[in-house]
């Protein structure tokens, strides 16, 4: 894995990814074993009130995971956490951004405390958190 | 409103295998493409003792196992007013398929806001392997009565 600066105030490379679709949740549900049918099942989620099925929070979380795992080896994540703010729709493009906020120490290990945020492409932010990393 | 004495309550202890297969389809629905989730021998040449596990891959094997929308409807949530508020992974060890961990939830607490109108489940998942920590999960659901 190459080198991504993560001295303070780094601005990490904003990743696109591709619009969230119907059969992507469909997968996402079964393998990761959330079946919720407000995020698969269109006759459910209108029972309920909405107009459509949207997407589980954890596949925001989980492109954010991905993405932090291009930034160190993943066995040098600490702590991943984020609060889901707004809905991702059929059709959303999550848009993930990271800035590096600090470096702190943490029973003698160097940590960046990067704070995140899961935007959709031209629309509100779905995710706002913060992902820890061992810097050595 | 959910009854406050469910908070303290414990599920599990749930014993979990994580599947080569899981995680292969995990990782690739999410994205993800370096070998190391998909090659067991690309994962053993980068010093992995088999698939590496990608990060969230715990929460929704959690949720499958525990159960997690039964318990609401036994505690009178409508599942289509639920919401998922706040996440948290605490990373202790990484884990790989192949591994057999075994997965503890705590009911940690019971709020409301605005009146009653939203509700506050926080819960604790902590996953061990060989009795050692490998993962911490808080989550918080939203039940939005709209």
Known sequence: MSTVDLSPGTKLPTVEIAPVTRTMLALFAGFSGDHNPIHIDIDFAKKAGMDDVFAHGMVSMGYLARVAATWVPQERIR?????FTSRTPVGGAPVVTGVVREHTVVNGERRAEIDVVVTLAGGPQTIVGTVTVALD | MIDKKYIGMKSGPHVLDLERGRVRSYSKILGFTDPVY???PAAKAAGYPD???????????????????????????????VLHGEEEFIYHRPLFAGDTVTLETTITDLYEKKNGQLEFIVRHTVATRNHEKVVEMKSITVVNHR
């Open chain 1, 79 to 83: 702590n991943l956490r984020g609060r």
């Open chain 2, 38 to 40: 998909f090659d067991v």
């Open chain 2, 51 to 81: 698939l590496l596990v990608p990060p969230t891959f715990l929460f929704g094997l959690e949720i499958e196992t525990d159960d997690i929308y039964s318990f609401f409807r036994t505690a009178g949530v409508d599942l289509g007013e």
